[in-house]
């Protein structure tokens, strides 16, 4: 009898314990970048924009700094937005926001779903303000205008996927002290004005067979900290590849080869907008990657997975 009750409390037990689900892998995956400093086709600016596209899925990430730069590029590029329903803005700093209305307003004229649903991290709405005590938030504005057209804005505090195999990480935790923002500015706290992190910070991961691909806006919570965020949504230890601003450009070469140590093992490097060149250079020695998979970020490039010649289409000036 006792054994027959030790069976079935065994039995009981499996029962309690949750099956594990298999993670969810993007097969196909596109990234094509719409704005950055350099263009190997359209407009270059400081600013950040790409197109992420997952097995048929895609979404706008970032909107570029100038109101008609991304609308531009994209038409440059052939690409209609029009058909694109999800947008991601990273943080609330302009060069990642300015094109986000005219976007809208184009691209709802021809369906008026387009660029409807907008992803941030929570945070965005803060009041941030700078040395001299000026607010310098226009986030909260250009969100209402935004609502405004009908669309939606949706605010993140935790990892979400927003397409299967493609996750927004939400406000990411910073584990390393990278102080990847600018310290001559401040937002308020309960317990007074500190320096702005850039709390909600923001970037996209990329679930795959062949481990996770990061996309960053500008890398305000630092790269080792998204690398952990990474990792941790996808329960992979890999890194397949980092694409985007990393914001390392004004940071000394001890920073770049700690950054190094903590990426090794990335297999790809496109790096734009904040990165920096001199740090791209660098990090693509010390990751022992080459100017294949170690690239320049331009208007025009791409990164794309599961095709049959798969990695960085760097494009004509970066190539
Ligand atoms: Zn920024
Ligand atoms: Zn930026």
Not at 37 to 59: K, P, S
Not at 199 to 219: F, H
Request: charged fraction near 15%; include cysteine.
């Amino acid at each position: 009898m006792a054994y027959l009750r030790a069976l079935i409390a065994l039995f009981a037990l499996v029962l309690a314990i949750p099956a594990m689900a298999a993670p969810v892998l993007a097969r196909h995956v596109t990234v094509i970048t719409l704005s950055t400093m350099l263009a190997d086709q359209g407009i270059g600016e400081w600013g950040y924009a790409a197109l992420v596209e997952v097995d048929g899925h895609r979404v706008l990430f970032d909107t570029g700094a100038h109101a008609d730069v991304v609308l531009r590029n994209a038409a440059d590029l052939h690409i209609d937005l029009s058909t694109v329903e999800d947008v991601v803005i990273t943080h609330f700093h302009d060069d990642h926001t300015g094109g986000l209305l005219a976007l809208r307003k184009a691209m709802m004229a021809k369906n008026p779903a387009a660029l409807s649903r907008l992803h941030v991290g929570a945070g965005i709405m803060a009041d941030r303000f700078d040395a001299r005590g000026h607010l310098d938030n226009g986030f909260p504005a250009l969100a209402r205008a935004y609502v405004a057209t009908g669309a939606t804005l949706i605010e993140h505090g935790a990892p979400v996927m927003l397409v299967p195999g493609l996750w927004l990480t939400g406000p990411v935790p910073r584990h390393h002290d990278e102080t990847n923002f600018d310290t001559a500015e401040f937002v308020h706290t309960t317990t007074g004005a500190v320096v702005d992190p850039v709390a909600e910070d923001s970037s996209l991961v990329i679930a795959t067979a062949d481990g996770p691909i990061i996309v960053t806006g500008c890398g305000h919570a630092g790269i080792m900290n998204i690398a952990d965020a990474a990792q941790a949504i996808t329960g992979d230890a890999r890194l397949l590849a980092v694409i985007g601003g990393l914001h390392l450009f004004a940071k000394p070469d001890a920073v770049l080869v700690a950054t190094a140590a903590r990426l090794k093992g990335l297999r790809y490097l496109l790096a734009g907008h904040c990165t920096g060149i001199e740090a791209t250079w660098r990090l693509r020695g010390l990751l022992g990657l080459d100017r294949h998979t170690a690239v320049v970020e331009a208007v025009g490039s791409r990164f794309v997975w599961g095709e049959a010649h798969p990695g960085i289409v760097a494009g004509d000036i970066a190539g």
